[in-house]
């Protein structure tokens, strides 16, 4: 990975060395432009990145096609404005909440924090969700995801834009790659489209594709390798 830029704490990389278990990490005289090189690399990345949305829209098209929560506020709607009657729970239509919201809004449907609406697919997994956790699960097999990031740098709370150096337990490679597939996955949720469930998933459906892509290449190794050893989603470690 790109070494850190001096000068601008935006541009470069984080200087992150690739995992140990690499076959060529620790070699003297060879090098690789094919297997566990850059290109191999980006190459299984990309061709993740279509795999990614056709793991999730077969479970939200065949097996579970939940609603999101954009379509069960309207639901409440139309039992607490036109009477209409669907299986919705008591507890939901007594909720203090759609009073303010009623007060708010003139309606009972879910304010959302944009005017476009949520996608019009079912919403359970989150395919932005497992679209950032099957590349992220594939970087931290291919780096030293306990390598410390250095000099980080944070936004000054006084002054939101300027950055400042950060100042706080050890940010590890590993850690703040799964901070980005949080921040994603539950940003969604933030904006109405998703629930906590849709997240959950998508970071277990988006890890074992990204397993299921590494294991495929394993028959394919020329090089001695004891396999990659990385942390997954749940705290505990696997060997590809």
């Not at 299984?44 to 793991?55: I, M």
């Not at 708010?104 to 879910?110: P, V």
């Not at 995801?145 to 000099?151: A, D, K, L, M, R």
Request: glycine content about 8%; aromatic content about 12%.
């Amino acid at each position: 990975m790109a070494a850190p830029n001096a000068t601008n704490p935006l541009a470069g990389g984080v200087g992150a060395p690739l995992n140990p278990a690499n076959p060529y990490v620790k070699s003297k005289t060879q090098s690789s432009v094919s297997t566990f090189s850059a290109s191999f690399i980006q190459g299984l990345l990309a061709y993740a990145a279509p795999l990614s949305p056709r793991t999730s829209y077969y479970q939200n098209w065949y097996v579970n096609r939940r609603l999101r929560p954009e379509d069960y506020a309207g639901l409440v709607h139309k039992i607490k404005a036109n009477g209409a009657q669907y299986p919705i729970h008591a507890d939901i239509l007594k909720s203090d909440v759609l009073t303010r919201v009623f007060a708010a809004f003139g309606s009972y449907l879910l304010p959302l924090a944009n005017n476009v609406g949520a996608p019009t697919h079912p919403g359970y997994p989150s395919g932005a969700t497992i679209s950032a956790a099957t590349p992220v699960t594939l970087l931290k097999a291919f780096f030293d995801e306990n390598y410390v990031i250095p000099n980080p740098v944070q936004v000054d709370p006084n002054d939101p834009t300027k950055l400042i150096p950060y100042t706080g337990p050890a940010l590890t490679l590993g850690g703040e790659l799964n901070k980005l597939v949080n921040n994603i996955g539950y940003g969604r949720n933030f904006n109405g489209f998703h629930v906590r469930s849709d997240i959950s998933a998508s970071h277990s459906l988006g890890e074992a594709l990204a397993i299921s892509i590494l294991s495929d290449q394993n028959p394919t190794y020329n090089e001695y390798f004891k396999g990659y050893t990385f942390t997954k989603f749940d705290g505990t470690q696997i060997t590809i």
